[in-house]
């Protein structure tokens, strides 16, 4: 009997949906974009709750975010293509793999290459209005390059907004009631977006980018209870198995899904002044997260889901909705679906998909078949991570079943050097609690992290340090349908040497295809000290945003 593989059934699905899968643009009037783009926001939102039940999503309320869901459509399957800020924002930019983007790859010496074509600016030479508040990452961002009077930054009270918990809890230490503190923080999201409103030409369509950084280290302890009412015990039985489920570990994810429901009010904000504009009809909106959860295993820095998997919701005009698709969407798939809502023509360099095609269709469940894989990387995040600037890198391919991943130098630690390796001092609770850089430098600072470290000789909890911060192998395999948490590597089981074989096959071929300089000559590129001088390819610009995220 003929099946046909998976491309082919993608580009079939492609040639019977090109009439019924064209941007809004083409029909007449070009749509307003709305990019919410949260930082170190992972996959955790009530939406999901209702699809997979009993997990730690279950204690979360977003409805906004519930509601741009329902009215659009709801990605199951949305990842990342890198877990680090920089290389993540430069693929989305980009519309290509991170490792494409220069020294746009790597975090700490990052360097965006003005000659790679993006987004925001294609959508400004349309004749767009580009506006953003908060973090954005190079191009786009107002502060960094003005461009003729036709983008704007508004970034009012981002020290409140971006430690929310922490300004909320100290207001009400001063007398101030809990709402009412909530509601002064969040005053600030909603003056900056009818600022930008108010200054934009309205005969030209906007795109506005708000990012909100509220869910990055370091929010307060118990804040998740004391302003959002969401109890840690709730969380008991509920956590994933990479996770010790202890009261500490608990009340640090009550207090990050607490940051995630002021988030979700931040929409609601954004979403209430975009409806007085009378455009909301006419405004694509999408809202995601450039990775997973700082500060604990499996997350922030990691390849796997809870580190990669992302909230995504899109809805607007041309957008059917209603629907819960399945399809594997990467994050920088938005960028050519993005320039095709503004009537351009995505430039061919772009390696991402337009999502047109899934977002037309009338579909749930997995509409175009050769959606069936993502791939996913890591080099850089932090030079000081570890001896000589080295990074870890990387790359793995993630499909229904599998999670295949290649940690090239397997001899360095995923996420740093511990702080017994440079100083021979043992770290106390309190500077791991508060010091991201102490230990692990790669793991962001915070009471999980503080408490697993600090438990690292206990043997009941060692298991779980080793396997967070020891060594990994070179190949990891985890099936899904019987480990969804990815904790049992397969890659060695001779059960499972045919299906490591074709992952290993079907990823390597990837990178060679895209050109990926870390399968040519060793890596090199990504094996020099991010300060150390120009590499083949380099573009010499100054440094820009160094901060550590």
């Not at 009215?71 to 680090?84: D, H, M």
Request: with cysteine; hydrophobic share 35%; aromatic share 10%.
């Amino acid at each position: 009997m003929f099946t046909m593989s998976s491309r082919l059934q993608g580009v079939m699905f492609a040639l019977l949906t090109l009439v019924c899968a064209t941007a809004p643009a083409a029909e007449g009037k070009r749509p307003n974009i709305l990019m919410i783009f949260a930082d170190d926001w992972g996959r955790h939102a009530s939406a999901y709750a209702k699809l997979e039940p009993g997990g730690i999503n279950d204690i979360v309320q977003t409805p906004h975010f519930d509601r741009v869901a329902k009215q659009g459509v709801l990605f199951r399957n949305a990842f990342v293509n890198s877990p680090s800020c920089t290389p993540c924002r430069s693929s989305f930019m980009s519309g290509q793999y991170f490792w494409r983007t220069g020294r746009g790859a790597i975090l700490r010496g990052a360097v965006w290459d003005s000659t790679i074509p993006s987004w925001p600016l294609l959508l400004r030479d349309a004749g767009y209005n580009l506006g953003k508040t908060y973090k954005v990452w190079s191009p786009g961002s107002p502060v960094d390059a003005p461009y003729g009077g036709k983008e704007y930054a508004f970034d009012k009270g981002a020290g409140q907004v971006s430690s929310f918990s922490e300004t909320v809890t100290a207001a009400v230490a001063n007398g101030t009631p809990v709402e009412d503190a909530k509601q002064a923080v969040l005053s600030n999201v909603r003056e900056n977006f009818q600022a930008f409103l108010a200054k934009r030409d309205p005969a030209r369509p906007f795109a506005y980018w708000f990012g909100t950084t509220n869910t990055h280290r370091k929010w307060k302890r118990g804040s998740g209870k004391a302003i959002w009412g969401l109890e840690p015990d709730s969380l008991k039985g509920k956590l994933p198995k990479f996770l010790p489920d202890v009261p500490e570990v608990r009340e640090d994810l009550a207090d990050y899904l607490g940051e995630a429901q002021a988030l979700d009010a931040m929409i609601g904000i954004l979403l209430d002044e975009l409806q007085k504009t009378g455009e909301a009809e006419n405004t694509l909106i999408a809202i995601s997260g450039d990775h997973g959860a700082p500060g604990f295993p499996h997350g922030k820095c990691n390849l796997y889901d809870f580190g990669t998997r992302v909230s995504l919701a899109i809805a607007g005009p041309g957008v059917a909705g209603g629907r819960v698709v399945d399809d594997f969407v990467s994050i920088p798939d938005l960028a050519p679906t993005f320039v095709e809502a503004g009537g351009g023509t995505p430039p061919a360099v772009m390696t991402a998909r337009s999502l047109w095609p899934v977002l037309r269709s009338s579909a749930s469940g997995q509409v175009d078949p050769a959606r069936d894989a993502v791939y996913i990387g890591r080099e850089r995040h932090v030079e000081m991570a570890r001896e000589g600037f080295l990074p870890y890198p990387q790359r793995a391919i993630r499909t229904a079943n599998h999670l295949f991943i290649i940690n090239f130098h397997p001899e360095r630690r995923p996420l740093g050097d511990p702080l017994e390796v440079a100083s021979g001092t043992p770290p106390s609770f309190r500077d791991l609690e508060n010091e991201t850089f102490v230990a692990f430098p790669d793991d962001d600072a915070g009471l999980t992290k503080a408490w697993l470290v600090s438990h690292r000789d206990d043997p009941q909890w060692k298991p779980f340090y080793e396997h967070t911060y020891g060594l990994r192998p070179r190949e990891e395999l985890y099936e899904l349908r019987n480990d969804p948490d990815q904790m049992n590597n397969l890659a060695a089981d001779p059960a499972y040497q045919s299906q490591v074989a074709d992952l290993r096959r079907q990823l390597m071929g990837e990178l060679e295809r895209s050109g990926d300089p870390r399968v040519k000559e060793d890596g090199r590129f990504f094996e020099s000290p991010p300060l150390a001088g120009p590499l083949p390819g380099d573009v010499q610009q100054p440094n820009r945003r160094r901060r550590a995220n």
